[in-house]
T-cell receptor, first 115, second 115 residues
């Protein structure tokens, strides 16, 4: 069965630290990849997406992610985090073949940024 | 307009009540979704409508009954719920290009409490 793994369930950083959140998926075919963010008390928002082309994608609020097909990975990065980045981050994948393609979420990573 | 709206924001109901959750989008999306999200967990897919037809039911109990009156509206009718059904109910929508479902836009959710 298809699955998405997020390696870090809880990350605590100080402001200005660099961030990398890991995401790996299990599916042998073509996928569309997403990172969603859920700020406290707010709804899920799309941070960035990858469908095809340049594997390094830039999203909102200074986030970027790199798709490495050989590693089935789509890690999220930000060079310098801010207190306002405190949120839950979800990696998600849609297989692009074989009938209806369900959006498969990882378990999420809770990021806390301290001033 | 890139917004998915949901009403009500909060709902408290008894186990014998009948209530409905409503979702609306005006982005011209032809796929709409209901998700259930428990605290500190990723969203769990419940139903998918594609071109106003129910295409996926993730084995959801019949006390949840979805309805898609038109391409902009999605309802979730609730009857005889259990306390364990208390959760945040999210609606989402997406474009459909052939068999490819693109990124989903999420509403703010309805926080449901079943007493």
């Amino acid at each position: 069965a298809q699955s998405v793994s997020q390696h870090n369930h809880h990350v605590i950083l100080s402001e200005a630290a660099s961030l990398e959140l890991g995401c790996n998926y299990s599916y042998g075919g073509t996928v569309n990849l997403f990172w969603y963010v859920q700020y406290p008390g707010q709804h899920l928002q799309l941070l960035l997406k990858y469908f095809s082309g340049d594997p390094l994608v830039k999203g909102i609020k200074g986030f970027e992610a790199e798709f490495i097909k050989s590693k089935f990975s789509f890690n999220l990065r930000k060079p310098s985090v801010q207190w306002s980045d405190t949120a839950e981050y979800f990696c998600a994948v849609i297989p692009v073949s074989g009938g209806y393609n369900k959006l498969i979420f990882g378990a999420g990573t809770r990021l806390a940024v301290h001033p | 307009d890139t917004e998915v709206t949901q009403t009500p924001k909060h709902l408290v109901m008894g186990m014998t009540n009948k209530k409905s959750l409503k979702c609306e989008q005006h982005m011209g999306h032809r796929a709409m979704y209901w998700y259930k999200q428990k605290a500190k967990k990723p969203p769990e897919l419940m139903f998918v409508y594609s071109y106003e037809k129910l295409s996926i039911n993730e084995s959801v109990p019949s006390r949840f009954s979805p309805e898609c009156p038109n391409s902009s509206l999605l309802n979730l009718h609730l009857h005889a719920l259990q306390p364990e059904d208390s959760a945040l109910y999210l609606c989402a929508s997406s474009q459909v290009d052939g068999r490819v479902y693109n990124e989903q836009f999420f509403g703010p959710g309805t926080r449901l409490t079943v007493l």
